[in-house]
């Protein structure tokens, strides 16, 4: 690959320009730093993300469309999406299946120029495929399409993958987002590379979107006390030694967000961010978000005086790093040295030097175990190895 190529395909598939866009209480696209390393001065890596209600149609079936007009004739389309889709499996579920006579399906074909809804392919930033929408969180399965740029030498020399390409728009439709792992299928900056089976980032988001129980590891399980009903299955590292949680309007949005931080040791810890809606369904996971936390401190989540939520990181020594949390939910905007600092509690830093004035009891997390949003309930007991 030239470096003209890596510039060219570094913004690459434009995923789902339209997905989402009919679900009412759906949240934009997630977009992640893609540095080797993050700290809480910096945006930091998300390992895997999910957007928009799963589908609850599995597996899901699939078509190509023969009449539409491409560098690749239909039974060369046919051929790249069943030898990527139909072998796909997570934990035996099959995800994908061929479509049967004229039962909805997600449509896979070529597009230019102007086409329906969409918006056209920009070539000059290397626009490779766009899909949507999503199935409706009832399960039911709208007209949905990946659409190809024909504008392209797929699957020739100096060409993008055509396997790799369908595999990733696929894996939109249960509800992943783009991973930072640069690995992984659901990244977002592939162009050529052959990125044809499960990375381990993308099987974790699998697990998560569907609540696909396994026995493989530590993992969190939400679930609804009411129906019993698994509504999320959270892996876990495996030398994570304590999980606990906080619920903080954190984006801004005027719902609460359930925080998740397992510690690990030295090793840092990880934050997990549950979106739900008014009506206390599970509407977009947010990580986990590995390194977002240094273990050897004391982490805490509370809220300023205005309302506004902030992390908290004790040190020994009595001094504290303070941050909010950014457009996205993130707790990246730390504060600089000399900006006071007034808490709901009362806790106040007026200084500025990092230690409250008047020592008062800190908002300590509660163990993850029963969690109240508003009116809705959950439950979220930590599965053993």
Same mark, same amino acid.
Do not use: Y
């Given at each position: 690959?030239?470096?003209?190529?890596?510039?060219?395909?570094?913004?690459?598939?434009?995923?789902?320009?339209?997905?989402?866009?009919?679900?009412?209480?759906?949240?934009? =696209?997630?977009?992640?730093?893609?540095?080797?390393?993050?700290?809480?001065?910096?945006?930091?890596?998300?390992?895997?993300?999910?957007?928009?209600?799963?589908?609850?149609?599995?597996?899901?079936?699939?078509?190509?469309?023969?009449?539409?007009?491409?560098? +690749?004739?239909?039974?060369?389309?046919?051929?790249?999406?069943?030898?990527?889709?139909?072998?796909?499996?997570?934990? =035996?579920?099959?995800?994908?299946?061929?479509?049967?006579?004229?039962?909805?399906?997600?449509?896979?074909?070529?597009?230019?120029?102007?086409?329906?809804?969409?918006?056209?392919?920009?070539?000059?930033?290397?626009?490779?495929?766009?899909?949507?929408?999503?199935?409706?969180?009832?399960?039911?399965?709208?007209?949905?399409?990946?659409?190809?740029?024909?504008?392209?030498?797929?699957?020739?020399?100096?060409?993008?993958?055509?396997?790799?390409?369908?595999?990733?728009?696929?894996?939109?439709?249960?509800?992943?987002?783009?991973?930072?792992?640069?690995?992984?299928?659901?990244?977002?900056?592939?162009?050529?590379?052959?990125?044809?089976?499960?990375?381990?980032?993308?099987?974790?988001?699998?697990?998560?979107?569907?609540?696909?129980?396994?026995?493989?590891?530590?993992?969190?399980?939400?679930?609804?006390?009411?129906?019993?009903?698994?509504?999320?299955?959270?892996?876990?590292?495996?030398?994570?030694?304590?999980?606990?949680?906080?619920?903080?309007?954190?984006?801004?949005?005027?719902?609460? =967000?359930?925080?998740?931080?397992?510690?690990?040791?030295?090793?840092?810890? =990880?934050?997990?961010?549950?979106?739900?809606?008014?009506?206390?369904?599970?509407?977009?996971?947010?990580?986990?978000?590995?390194?977002?936390?240094?273990?050897?401190?004391?982490?805490?989540?509370?809220?300023?005086?205005?309302?506004?939520?902030?992390? +908290?990181?004790?040190?020994?020594?009595?001094?504290?790093?303070?941050?909010?949390?950014?457009?996205?939910?993130?707790?990246?905007?730390?504060?600089?040295?000399?900006?006071?600092?007034?808490?709901?509690?009362?806790?106040?830093?007026?200084?500025?030097?990092?230690?409250?004035?008047?020592?008062?009891?800190?908002?300590?997390?509660?163990?993850?175990?029963?969690?109240?949003?508003?009116?809705?309930?959950?439950?979220?007991?930590?599965?053993?190895?």
């Amino acid at each position: 690959m030239t470096s003209d190529f890596r510039v060219l395909f570094a913004g690459c598939l434009a995923l789902c320009v339209v997905a989402c866009s009919e679900q009412s209480d759906a949240p934009s =696209e997630l977009h992640a730093s893609q540095r080797p390393h993050a700290s809480l001065r910096e945006p930091m890596l998300l390992d895997w993300s999910l957007r928009c209600p799963p589908a609850a149609l599995a597996p899901l079936p699939f078509r190509v469309e023969s009449n539409s007009v491409g560098p +690749l004739d239909a039974a060369a389309v046919h051929a790249a999406a069943c030898s990527v889709l139909l072998p796909l499996r997570l934990n =035996e579920q099959t995800l994908f299946r061929e479509a049967v006579a004229d039962e909805p399906a997600l449509v896979i074909s070529w597009r230019a120029g102007d086409h329906g809804d969409c918006a056209p392919f920009l070539k000059v930033d290397g626009d490779l495929a766009h899909s949507g929408p999503t199935p409706s969180s009832s399960g039911a399965l709208a007209p949905s399409f990946i659409h190809l740029n024909p504008d392209f030498n797929w699957d020739r020399a100096n060409g993008p993958d055509l396997r790799s390409t369908i595999l990733h728009e696929a894996l939109h439709f249960f509800g992943l987002g783009h991973a930072a792992e640069p690995a992984a299928v659901m990244w977002a900056g592939f162009g050529m590379e052959q990125r044809r089976s499960l990375h381990p980032a993308d099987q974790r988001a699998l697990v998560a979107a569907l609540g696909i129980s396994s026995n493989e590891g530590p993992a969190l399980v939400l679930s609804n006390p009411n129906d019993q009903r698994v509504l999320q299955v959270i892996p876990l590292s495996a030398d994570e030694t304590r999980v606990r949680h906080a619920i903080l309007d954190v984006d801004a949005d005027g719902n609460d =967000e359930i925080l998740l931080f397992a510690e690990a040791g030295c090793s840092g810890g =990880e934050l997990l961010l549950l979106h739900f809606s008014a009506d206390g369904r599970l509407r977009r996971t947010q990580g986990p978000v590995p390194g977002a936390l240094d273990a050897r401190l004391d982490n805490e989540f509370t809220r300023d005086a205005v309302g506004r939520a902030v992390h +908290l990181a004790h040190r020994a020594d009595g001094r504290f790093t303070a941050a909010r949390f950014d457009a996205s939910g993130l707790p990246t905007r730390t504060l600089p040295r000399g900006q006071s600092l007034v808490l709901m509690d009362g806790r106040s830093d007026l200084n500025g030097d990092a230690r409250f004035d008047h020592p008062a009891p800190m908002t300590r997390a509660a163990p993850a175990t029963t969690l109240r949003l508003g009116l809705h309930q959950f439950t979220l007991t930590r599965r053993p190895q």
